[in-house]
């Protein structure tokens, strides 16, 4: 199993639609969570961290389930600019190495 | 404020070649990790330089080696090149914080294309 997965996707969302992915991990003391945003060749950017109370920034919203051991991110009234590969990131401890998913593709269409 | 910057942004090499990539992190970050990304996948942590040292190193071979300078800079050289190790190679900056305070937010550079033929 590996230690984070997400689905590839791609997903593909009408404009102003909401679209919602998962990413499970398998390393019950993780300790901090991202999501991250890459856009095709470029370099990732940070999206949001990810709170155990859970995260709201604009139209996105991060949820952190530690007993079932997934975050999840979910965007509202998508734009076009929105389409991108979101990549769920995980710490299994504080200051360590960063465990990277393979990243969700996203498409939002007009 | 200048980001992290790398070099070179492109570059292709033959098998068995050597390569070194460089990079300069973000201004007041103390911290530099390189990663691996192959096409269809997640950066892949190679190894992350504090303090002039290898902190942590990820499951790479010998193969890759890298070095930080007093300045912060850092490189990182991969010698006997397979065509495996085409990737986009990504340096990230962090301040490293001390104890268990939590998450390191990284910026990231741009990235180094590197083709194997």
């Known amino acids: 199993r590996k230690e984070v997965e997400q689905d590839p996707g791609p997903f593909n969302v009408p404009e102003g639609a909401t679209v919602a992915f998962n990413c499970t991990y398998s390393n019950s003391a993780s300790q901090s969570f991202f999501w991250y945003r890459q856009d095709c060749r470029k370099e990732p950017k940070l999206l949001m961290s990810?709170?155990?109370?859970?995260n709201e920034d604009g139209r996105f919203t991060a949820q952190l389930n530690r007993a079932s051991q997934y975050i999840s991110l979910l965007i509202r009234d998508s734009k076009l600019s929105d389409s991108a590969t979101y990549l769920c990131?995980?710490?299994?401890?504080?200051?360590?190495?960063?465990?990277w998913g393979a990243g969700t593709k996203l498409i939002i269409k007009p | 404020d200048a980001g992290v910057t790398q070099s070179p942004t492109h570059l292709i090499k033959t098998r068995g070649q050597q390569v070194t990539l460089r990079c300069s992190p973000k201004?007041?970050?103390?911290?530099v990790s390189w990663y691996q990304q192959a096409l269809g996948q997640g950066p892949q942590f190679i190894f992350q330089?504090?303090?002039?040292?290898?902190?942590q190193r990820g499951n790479f071979p010998d193969r890759f080696s890298g070095h930080q300078f007093p300045n912060y800079s850092s490189e990182l050289n991969v010698n006997a090149l397979l065509l495996g190790d085409s990737a986009l190679y990504l340096c990230a900056s962090s301040l490293l914080a001390g104890g268990n305070t939590g998450a390191n937010v990284l910026t990231f550079g741009a990235g180094s294309r590197l083709t194997v033929l």
């Open positions: 990810v709170y155990s109370s859970g």
């Open positions: 201004s007041g970050h103390d911290t």
């Open positions: 990131v995980v710490n299994p401890q504080s200051n360590y190495q960063l465990i």
């Open positions: 330089y504090y303090e002039e040292e290898e902190r």
